[in-house]
């Protein structure tokens, strides 16, 4: 038999080697589970923000900043009191929605969206004027799923912006307006939860064309209201508690079907100076009035015979004293 002896130091030597081995395939462990997302500022389109990782950015704006097009910029939990400026297309992930938060103190908004196809996942976006700030972006295929909106004035407020998604979010005490659309058309809006706003979803001049469906409004003053919005299709919602479930104002060729209205004190559905709208399938209970009809819109009348009679006289007693 051969044995192998070693000395003193030998030992302490392969000591220290197998206690780097071990260090080395526990880091690998780690670093397999979490996608490489502790190690470094940037890394194969990648930027990190906060965390414990050498070369993680500190605030969410510099990332930004420092990223090219199409990039991701992941936010380890925190409180980000920022507002943030996106000028480029890219995805902004949080880790956790509930612990990375996203507040500007009362400030204009939290995050500005000025380019297309941004992703915006996994925050809470807290204590702004205005949480997201979507402008002049017609064409922009953006998507806001999976986030939390607390205590803004607006949660989400879009203008002249279009070809946008807002999927699976939750709004709660954004006190004016949780979602707000200006001259924006052909967005999806589904399958949110909205409570306790004055107007949980305001469509205003010209949004046409969008698509409002599978959402959950509950304790809202008014949960969707149209003004000079056309061709917008309203379905399978439902809305729960409040003064008025749907309103409609001097907005025409609306589709509002199959959504399950509840507990309104005044009116599930009204419409005043707005015309043709269909509104089929909807289910009530408990409501003070299920459907309600305002005023009619306008309508601007030919000259009755009275009044061409009246102007050929005007036109005769004109010719006499001209004679004259």
Known sequence: ?????MAGGEIKLLKIIMIALSLILILNFINSLFGNNICCGKKNNTLY???LGIG????IQDAIDNSSVNDTIFVFN???NESI???KSLNLEGFDKNFTI?????NLYNIYIKSSE?????FTIKNGKMGIYLSNSNYSNNTIYENIFLDNLEGIRFYKSSNNKIIKNYFS???ESSIVFYESNNNLISRNYIEESQKAFFLGRWSNKNIISKNNFTKNDLSINLDHSFNNLLYENSLREGTIGIGLSFSNNNNISDNNLNVFTKYGIYLTNSEENMVLSNNFSNNYIDIKEGDKPPSVKAPGIQMLLAIFAIFIVFLLKIKK
């Open 49 to 51: 923000v906060g965390g």
């Open 85 to 87: 400026l996106i000028d």
């Open 102 to 106: 996203i507040q500007s103190n009362h």
């Open 78 to 80: 925190g409180v980000y």
């Open 56 to 59: 993680n950015y500190t605030f």
């Open 1 to 5: 038999m051969i044995r192998f002896t």
């Open 118 to 122: 941004v992703n915006i996942s996994n």
């Open 173 to 175: 005490n954004n006190i």
